[in-house]
């Protein structure tokens, strides 16, 4: 091979081209300027015929001898070679196929056959399969069989410009790698001392242009507290003391900064052993030396953070041992560092299985929070803690990092907290109990008030009744006597069945008045005392309960008026109707009117829609006062405790008309103009669940 890289045979061959090219050139000058064309060489079938038609024969080139117009007239056999082609295919195709781009030939045509010679360094050429490679031409006008024509050698150089492409991608990649890793690369020639660096060495060291850099350039920017270490380390290397030598140290920029350098490299030796040369790779490495600092720091500060913590933070492995723990850990389970260390983590566990169950939940789930754990201490006491868990790997083994808060005190409390709630629930369900106590004995109360009147009220008709029997009785016995001793006379008879009949009249009326009574009593008594459902007639039935009062209305001067219209049929619950009736008859009497004050009470319904009813209950007594009024439905609340008040009547006349009735109760009062109850009330009343279904 030559210095430029092509075999010996091939420079030979060019030689004899340019001597024959040369020949073309002297003939050329000894022709007249008005020569018709340009100058061709030396015929190829002249003199010396044989000799050079070996050569051309024999060449490690393509050779053609064509026509501008593309006819072969020649070709040696490493043509067909150069360009894939059988003899047949090369005489068939011509010339023209051989070129990949038609221009670039028509172009070369033009050059050749003005100047008489031409070079093409790099022409796209096609082989016999269509592949396109990359070669070199040389051509020079000449004469072959009497003929005007051109002698061309073709050189296949795809390989050497894929080679040297390669080089130089290899060049730029190698160039934008130093970049990218701000990386510089050395070479010391240890026998010439001297050493060369790339370019982007004086880049890293701040340099806009390249320096001079004498073999003591990079000597002479070792830091000095550096120096001594980094020297003798390549000195032990390059005695052979290491395979490679591999150091960190600092290097002096332009801009008076000091730059952290790492630097990997390796000593070469020749065929004695003995080092002639030592080369490596340099990197900037301070930008990371920043972020190992600022890292290291802020590890310490993690460090004093997690040691000034009030939460536990341990990280165990996975059979149990401790691999890091905080002070707090020690204070929760009141252990020292020493015993902590001694003592294995499943061990206070107040259950070991709780620590199973915890791993295989970190290990199906991931990471969690807030799990409560019981532990042990020495004294035997046990701590309760909420554990948070997350993987981690720890000096390059897997681990469980925790993160226990002490809750014992939030537990002890949660316990006493709920042994308050029990006691705060027997409590309540003792006051529901008497609060329906109550409420039951409201109920009887005012159904004893009903049975002292019905006695109070009975007891006229009854009482007249008697006395008239009475009277009877002893008008029959005397007369029984006359009679019996014979001295009775006409008008004694007659006088007597005077008295019977008169006495007779007496008993049957005020007995009638009685059992009218009664009646309506006991309807308006079951009614409250059971509790049923039935259908009714509401204007009727407000009057039996009106009727049933009428011993305790007597007793005042107050006049009730009813407005209601016939026919008004009701399917619920008279006896709660009968109860809201008689609680708001008796408050207002109590709370409304003063002792012996006249007033009216009115009660006025009417229909609400087509299913339901108004029925209006109110008063022209004293009203309520306004600070008052929201409490008026409240349990035990009264203005008249001191009067045996028990705070129930209105409180039972809100819950029986929403819970019982179906329906709905508000209220309006003024003070001085009296009190106005409203209730919205079903027709039919909702079946409830706990209400047996009508056959």
């Known amino acids: 091979m030559d210095p430029l890289g092509l075999p010996v045979t091939v420079i030979v061959a060019l030689a004899v081209l340019a001597g024959w090219i040369g020949f073309a050139m002297g003939r050329r000058a000894e022709r007249p300027d008005d020569a018709p064309h340009p100058p061709v060489v030396a015929p190829v ?29 020649y070709r040696n056999a490493r043509a067909l070679e150069v360009f894939g082609q059988t003899a047949e295919e090369f005489a068939a195709d011509g010339v023209p196929s051989l070129y990949a781009r038609p221009g670039q030939r ?20 096609r082989r016999g399969s269509g592949e396109i490679y990359v070669g070199t031409m040389t051509s020079a006008l000449t004469e072959y069989a009497g003929r005007r024509c051109h002698i061309t050698w073709f050189y296949d150089i795809s390989q050497q410009v894929q080679a040297n492409a390669e080089k130089r991608d290899m060049a730029v990649r190698l160039a934008m790698a130093l970049e990218a890793t701000n990386a510089a690369v050395w070479d010391a020639d240890v026998v010439a001392g001297t050493c060369w660096w790339s ?11 390249l320096p001079a850099m004498p073999p003591d350039f990079w000597e002479r920017r070792l830091h000095p507290e550096d120096r001594t270490r980094v020297l003798a380390h390549i000195d032990a290397h390059l005695r052979g003391e290491s395979a490679a030598y591999e150091y960190v140290y600092r290097l002096h920029r332009e801009d008076g900064t000091w730059m952290w350098v790492e630097a990997k490299g390796r000593a070469v030796l020749d065929e004695s052993g003995r080092v002639v040369r030592y080369t490596g790779i340099m990197t900037d490495i301070s930008a990371r030396r920043r972020q190992e600092e600022l890292l290291r720091a802020s590890e310490e500060r993690l460090l004093a953070i997690l040691e000034a913590s009030p939460i536990s933070v341990n990280i165990s492995s996975k059979d149990g041992r401790w691999l890091f723990s905080n002070p707090q850990t020690a204070r929760i389970f009141d252990l020292t560092r020493a015993q902590i260390e001694r003592t294995s ?98 109920t009887m109360a005012s159904l004893g008030q009903l049975v002292a009147g019905v006695a109070h009220e009975i007891n006229t008709p009854i009482g007249i009744g008697l006395t008239a029997a009475t009277h009877v009785a002893e008008t ?90 016939e026919g008004l049929a009701m399917d619920s619950f008279p006896g709660a109707l009968s109860q809201v009736l008689t609680n708001l008859t008796i408050n207002a009497i109590v709370h409304a009117y003063a002792e012996g ?20 209950f109110s008063d022209d007594g004293k009203g309520i006062p306004a600070e008052v009024l929201p409490r008026i439905f409240d349990p035990f609340f009264t203005t008249k405790r001191s009067e045996g008040g028990s705070g129930l009547g209105l409180h039972i006349v809100f819950n029986t008309v929403t ?24 027709r039919t009343v909702p079946q409830r669940a706990d209400e047996p279904m009508m056959a």
């Not at 008489?116 to 022409?123: I, P, R």
Request: hydrophobic share 40%; glycine share 8%.
């Open 45 to 73: 079938n002249g003199y010396g015929d044989s000799r050079l038609r070996a050569l051309l024969d024999t060449a490690p080139v393509g050779v053609i001898v064509n026509t501008r117009d593309g006819e072969i007239l």
């Open 106 to 125: 028509e172009e070369y045509m033009e050059r050749l056959y003005r100047a008489g010679v031409a070079t093409m360094d790099e022409v796209l050429l």
């Open 199 to 209: 370019d982007t060495f004086p880049r890293m060291l701040g340099f806009r242009t």
């Open 345 to 442: 983590i499943p061990d206070l566990y107040v259950d070991p299985k709780v620590r199973e169950r915890l791993s295989a939940r970190l290990e199906t789930e991931g990471a969690f929070r807030d799990a409560e754990v019981a532990f042990h201490r020495p004294d035997g006491s046990v701590v309760w803690a909420l554990a948070s868990w997350d993987s981690i790997e720890f000096d390059g083994e897997s681990a469980y990092l925790t993160w226990l808060y002490d809750i014992t005190d939030r537990k002890a409390a949660e316990a006493e907290l709920q042994t308050a709630k029990e006691a705060a629930e027997r409590a309540l369900s003792d006051l529901r109990a008497a609060q329906e106590s109550l409420i039951q004995a409201e």
């Open 476 to 565: 029959t016995g005397r007369v029984r006597e006359r009679f019996e001793g014979g001295i009775i006379r006409r008008s004694d008879f007659i006088d007597y069945l005077g008295t019977v009949g008169e006495g007779a009249k007496l008993l049957v009326a005020n007995m009638n008045r009685a059992a009218e009574l009664i009646q309506s009593f006991k309807q308006v008594a079951v009614d409250q005392s059971s509790g049923g459902r039935r259908a009714f007639d509401l204007k009727t039935y407000i009057g039996e309960v009106l009727f049933s009062l009428r011993p305790r209305l007597k007793r005042t001067r107050l006049a009730v008026e009813v407005e209601c219209p």
């Open 597 to 616: 004050q006249s007033g009216t009470i009115r009660i006025i319904v009417e229909p609400h829609g087509t299913d339901e009813v108004e029925l209006v």
């Open 659 to 682: 819970q019982v009735l179906g329906g709905r109760v508000s209220v309006d009062s003024q003070v001085g103009q009296g009190t106005r109850f409203t209730l919205v009330l079903p």
